[in-house]
């Protein structure tokens, strides 16, 4: 079975301050790994995902996320927040691009 | 229209009752899923439909559960003889192909009295 810990229900961060979204999973095999934002009022949207290769992994509006196997973690960092950034980002895991789990997110709040 | 269209936007049922949800993918979109997100949990695959393919039902959570795709576009979502655990955000995605990211739509909230 797979699944996903998103252990952090609601963060608060300034603006212009780092923000890390811990993520942890559970499957039996190497996984495919997604992180989404849904923002208000806004359908999900795919920030960025992992099959395999680097672990380091490159998504849209600056984000990263790193797969760390010993871990079973996939946590999103970026190193500077926008207050755009105020959403609520969900991690994903399954054994391909579709039939997914996700988590039951963490809502950010940014604050000026 | 220019995203991924789901009808109603709101669905409020008595217990018993069948319900239809509807979607409407972007036009060209071969590949159509079914999520559906209940309260505090996050999003579960149900189904998931391929152009002419059979498609993958594995995520379906039972039998009261069935979706139709008719003419590779619009896919209609039947839940028979609702329980309250069928309370959800029910979602729909599609994409050109598997190596384009799919695009959600605002779904559809259901709620069973």
């Known amino acids: 079975a797979q699944s996903v810990t998103q252990p952090d229900i609601h963060i608060t961060v300034s603006e212009g301050a780092s923000l890390e979204l811990r993520c942890n999973y559970s499957?039996?095999?190497?996984?495919?790994l997604f992180w989404y934002v849904q923002s208000p009022g806004q359908g999900l949207q795919l920030l960025l995902k992992y099959f395999s290769g680097d672990t380091l992994v490159q998504g849209i509006k600056g984000f990263e996320a790193e797969f760390k196997r010993s871990q079973s973690s996939f946590n999103l960092r970026k190193p500077s927040v926008h207050w755009s950034d105020a959403a609520e980002y969900f991690c994903a895991v399954g054994p391909n691009d579709y039939k997914l789990s996700f988590g039951a997110g963490t809502t950010v709040t940014v604050r000026a | 229209g220019a995203g991924v269209s789901q009808s109603p936007s709101n669905k409020v049922t008595e217990k018993g009752k069948d319900v239809e949800l509807r979607c409407d993918p972007i036009s060209g979109h071969t590949a159509l899923y079914w999520y559906r997100q209940s309260l505090g949990q996050g999003l579960e695959f149900l189904i998931y439909?391929?152009?002419?393919?059979?498609?993958?039902k594995s995520g379906l959570p039972s039998d009261r559960f069935s979706a139709e795709r008719t003419g590779g576009s619009v896919s209609t979502l039947t839940i028979q003889r609702t329980q309250q655990e069928d309370s959800a955000v029910y979602l729909c995605?599609?994409?050109?192909?598997?190596?384009?990211?799919?695009?959600f739509g605002d779904g559809t909230r259901l709620s069973i009295l």
């Open positions: 439909f391929q152009g002419n393919s059979a498609p993958d």
């Open positions: 995605a599609s994409r050109v192909t598997r190596d384009q990211p799919q695009h």
């Open positions: 499957y039996g095999a190497t996984p495919y």
